[in-house]
């Protein structure tokens, strides 16, 4: 009985999915034919073309899925702390501090193979 009813949403999933192909297929054409019409008229077309096929995707168990993973992530990014103007400006400061440091360490190191080689090479 339950193999019946995933079988069947499965299907039902592929048609839905079709539905979504084609109508952002229509928006891309549809963007193409109707080039010399205004944007402002096009742009609120793909919208909308954009909001439907959006809605018949998250009724799909995939769409649904993402769905709820997009939820769990701003449910997770509000969680995070964000660094204070001084203390974004003190790390900003020790990486550039550091990368200098590194690279004139690796321009050291360069000066002084180069240095060797030319020894060798006379």
């Known amino acids: 009985m339950e193999s019946r009813s995933v079988q069947s949403s499965s299907r039902l999933d592929?048609?839905?999915w079709l539905v979504v192909f084609l109508l952002v297929t229509v928006g891309v054409v549809g963007n193409q034919y109707f080039a010399a019409e205004?944007?402002?008229?096009?742009?609120?077309?793909?919208?909308?073309l954009a909001a439907i096929?959006?809605?018949i995707a998250v009724q799909t168990s995939r769409g649904g899925r993402f769905a709820a993973?997009?939820?769990e992530a701003r449910v997770e990014i509000r969680k995070v702390v964000w660094p204070t103007r001084p203390e974004l400006i003190q790390?900003?400061?020790?990486?550039i501090v550091f990368v200098l440091v590194v690279a004139l360490m690796l321009w050291i190191m360069d000066s002084l193979?180069?240095?060797l080689v030319a020894g060798f090479i006379g």
């Open 113 to 115: 193979i180069s240095l």
């Open 91 to 95: 790390t900003t400061a020790i990486v």
């Open 14 to 16: 592929v048609v839905k």
């Open 38 to 48: 205004s944007l402002l008229y096009r742009v609120i077309a793909l919208v909308v």
């Open 53 to 55: 096929a959006a809605f």
């Open 69 to 71: 993973l997009l939820k």
